[in-house]
């Protein structure tokens, strides 16, 4: 009698800790409950306002050429702050999961959570909703920051100007895409150092190694770097040369963390923990 109870009720916990929702919010309470998470969100909410206030406040309108003028973009400039603060929610992608691989505790994990590809869905839907949040709370106080140390005379936005609106939601959604891709890269690496270099490989060298081979490439494959993405089509609001359109860019970085996001549940579920 005590075995079947025993076999009964594990089958019971087996049954209900093994649904999305269970594992979610395990996955919720541990990346709350380590340091790391608060002290890469406090380097991106810093990055985020602190470039805003810098870049915007030593804008010299009265100085600056006619042409300078003709493409200055307020918005675009208030979001200087995300050349850090996609560093700093992809750095969080890829512990969310590395971390687990270097303490040893993915065995506990996996045993818990046996469906490895549920697994790293839930790890994905809570670091996604988290990173959305978060971005798009500082995306709207970087640009608010921006444009209060903005000096007269030159030009301010406002949320209802056209395009203005779009590109700080843009903003906020595009590091929580580059922290998916940093999860997916994180599955399949496996080494916290090793995932973050190829973060870092991917946001700030691709883009460097363009710039010695002509105009032509970097104008034809540049556009299709996440952080120049960035630059150029999600946060401008004024047109750009030779990049892809906000709709457009926004869909090839979803396409990119579809695609890490993939490759990480592949190696996950083919991979010995």
Same mark, same amino acid.
């Given at each position: 009698?005590?075995?079947?109870?025993?076999? $009964?009720?594990?089958?019971? *916990?087996?049954?209900?800790?093994?649904?999305? !929702?269970?594992?979610?919010?395990?996955?919720?309470?541990?990346?709350?409950?380590?340091?790391? *998470?608060?002290?890469?969100?406090?380097?991106?909410?810093? #990055?985020?306002?602190?470039?805003?206030?810098? +870049?915007?406040?030593?804008? $010299?309108?009265?100085?600056?050429?006619?042409?300078? !003028?003709?493409?200055?973009?307020?918005?675009?400039?208030?979001? &200087?702050?995300?050349?850090? #603060?996609?560093?700093?929610?992809?750095?969080?992608?890829?512990?969310?999961?590395?971390?687990?691989?270097?303490?040893?505790?993915?065995?506990?994990?996996?045993?818990? +959570?046996?469906?490895?590809?549920?697994?790293?869905?839930?790890? &994905?839907?809570?670091?996604?909703?988290?990173? /959305?949040? +978060?971005?798009?709370?500082?995306?709207?106080?970087?640009?608010?920051?921006?444009?209060?140390?903005? !000096?007269?005379?030159?030009?301010?936005?406002?949320?209802?100007?056209?395009?203005?609106?779009?590109?700080?939601?843009? &903003?906020? %959604?595009?590091?929580?895409?580059?922290?998916?891709?940093? /999860? =997916? /890269?994180?599955?399949?690496?496996?080494?916290? %150092?090793? %995932?973050?270099?190829?973060?870092? =490989?991917?946001?700030?060298?691709?883009?460097?190694?363009?710039?010695?081979?002509?105009?032509?490439?970097?104008?034809?494959?540049?556009?299709?770097?996440?952080?120049?993405?960035?630059?150029?089509?999600?946060?401008? +609001?004024?047109?750009?040369?030779?990049?892809?359109?906000?709709?457009?860019?926004?869909?090839?970085?979803?396409?990119?963390? @579809? @695609?890490?996001? %993939?490759? =990480?549940?592949?190696?996950?579920?083919?991979?010995?923990?």
């Amino acid at each position: 009698m005590t075995t079947a109870t025993l076999t $009964r009720s594990a089958t019971q *916990t087996a049954g209900g800790g093994y649904g999305f !929702r269970s594992v979610a919010r395990m996955e919720w309470l541990k990346l709350r409950s380590v340091r790391s *998470t608060s002290w890469t969100l406090l380097v991106f909410a810093a #990055g985020m306002i602190g470039l805003a206030i810098l +870049v915007m406040i030593h804008q $010299r309108w009265a100085t600056m050429s006619a042409q300078d !003028r003709a493409s200055f973009d307020p918005t675009e400039m208030s979001f &200087a702050g995300l050349s850090i #603060g996609q560093l700093a929610l992809g750095v969080l992608g890829a512990l969310v999961i590395t971390t687990e691989f270097s303490t040893g505790m993915i065995r506990a994990t996996l045993a818990a +959570v046996p469906r490895r590809p549920l697994l790293l869905a839930a790890k &994905a839907a809570v670091l996604g909703a988290v990173a /959305l949040v +978060v971005g798009e709370i500082f995306a709207f106080a970087a640009f608010a920051a921006g444009e209060l140390v903005l !000096r007269s005379p030159a030009p301010h936005a406002t949320l209802g100007q056209p395009g203005v609106l779009r590109a700080v939601l843009m &903003a906020g %959604a595009y590091p929580a895409l580059i922290a998916l891709m940093a /999860l =997916g /890269l994180g599955a399949v690496i496996r080494h916290t %150092a090793g %995932a973050i270099s190829a973060v870092v =490989g991917i946001l700030f060298v691709l883009p460097l190694i363009l710039l010695p081979l002509g105009t032509s490439i970097q104008n034809s494959v540049g556009q299709f770097m996440p952080m120049l993405i960035a630059e150029n089509s999600l946060t401008a +609001v004024k047109p750009q040369s030779h990049t892809l359109s906000p709709g457009a860019g926004f869909g090839v970085l979803c396409l990119y963390a @579809v @695609v890490a996001l %993939a490759l =990480g549940t592949w190696a996950l579920a083919r991979r010995d923990a």
